[in-house]
């Protein structure tokens, strides 16, 4: 059971429906930013250079990018 606000509305439902929402193109878009994070870190733990880290989140992100862009683009009005 989720706890009640003070307006008598079940907390837990917000919560639920905020993540509703989430499609995969909300997820493509946050892979990029975390593809670059995630070179970012293993170049740290494992020493290679900043050049190399950025190379590997970029062909991360690319791979994102194409297939959200070409390989399964959206296919119309979602959620409409």
Not at 41 to 50: A, K, M, N, S, T
Request: net charge negative; aromatic share 8%; glycine share 14%.
């Amino acid at each position: 059971m989720g706890r009640r606000d003070i307006a008598d509305i079940d907390s837990g439902s917000r919560f639920a429906e905020q993540f509703s929402t989430i499609d995969r193109y909300d997820l493509l878009l946050g892979s990029i930013p975390a593809a670059f994070v995630l070179a970012a870190l293993i170049g740290r733990l494992l020493g290679v250079p900043f050049e190399g880290t950025v190379l590997g989140g970029v062909a991360i992100a690319t791979l994102a990018m194409l297939d959200g862009l070409f390989f399964r683009p959206p296919s119309g009005l979602q959620g409409a």
